[in-house]
């Protein structure tokens, strides 16, 4: 079974640019959740969806956004970037009840 | 807020030493625990869970015990091997037997290097 993939692995943006960022699960995984690490936060959470439906969200601002589709891919849209979303951003998948498996993840460097 | 507390890092130790990461956490209602490593250059993966109290996890010699009365889930390995070294998470999430555990609330991580 193919485990959690994330494209790109690498991303280098400009203050300001908006970038999006893709998920693809374990295949037949419903939950899709995303963390934000940082060496002075550490793991954060961002949000979960499950079922195309956001079931968690954490304490970050509007510029971070998701979604899911029907395939329970994921993607995360950051807008108007920052310095500080310089990041390893890392997705999990799970059915929904039970253990989160993590992705490789996408290291995103804000210029 | 729930949270989770850990050994800061980093933690030398040689080859076959005793290892122990402490973990402690503060939550309300009866959270699942988890240990996550992480390699260089990769996601994380899961080492170990306890879903309540008095259960121990286990797996490649590591093991830690969900201790509701210490909120302690302290992590162990007996005889550590160089292949070890990585950054290991202890993680908490809300609600078990079903509940979502789309959040995990992380450690700060500790980082293990072990010396031939």
């Known amino acids: 079974k193919a485990g959690v993939t994330q494209t790109p692995r690498y991303l280098i943006k400009t203050r300001g640019q908006q970038v999006t960022l893709s998920c693809s699960p374990i295949?037949?995984?419903?939950?899709v959740s995303w963390y934000q690490q940082t060496p002075g936060q550490g793991l954060q959470f961002l949000f979960e969806y499950f079922s195309e439906t956001q079931r968690n969200k954490g304490n970050f601002p509007g510029r971070f956004s998701g979604r899911q589709f029907s395939n329970s891919r994921s993607e995360m849209n950051v807008s108007t970037l920052e310095l500080g979303d310089s990041a390893l951003y890392l997705c999990?998948?799970?059915?929904?009840?039970?253990?989160?498996?993590f992705g490789p993840g996408t290291r995103l460097t804000v210029l | 807020g729930n949270s989770v507390t850990q050994t800061e890092g980093p933690v030398t130790l040689s080859e076959e030493a005793f290892l122990t990461i402490n973990c402690t956490y503060t939550a309300t209602g009866y959270p699942s625990l988890f240990w996550y490593v992480q390699y260089p250059g990769e996601g994380l993966q899961l080492l170990l869970k306890?879903?309540?109290?008095?259960d121990k996890g286990s797996n490649k010699g590591f093991e830690a015990t969900y201790r509701k009365e210490t909120t302690s889930f302290h992590l162990e390995k007996g005889s550590v091997q160089v292949s070890d070294s990585a950054v290991y998470f202890c993680?908490?999430?809300?609600?078990?037997?079903?509940?979502?555990?789309?959040?995990?609330?992380f450690g700060k991580g500790t980082k293990l290097s072990v010396k031939p």
């Open positions: 306890a879903t309540k109290a008095d």
């Open positions: 993680a908490l999430s809300e609600g078990r037997y079903g509940g979502s555990q789309g959040n995990l609330i």
């Open positions: 295949s037949g995984h419903r939950s």
């Open positions: 999990a998948s799970s059915l929904g009840f039970d253990e989160q498996f």
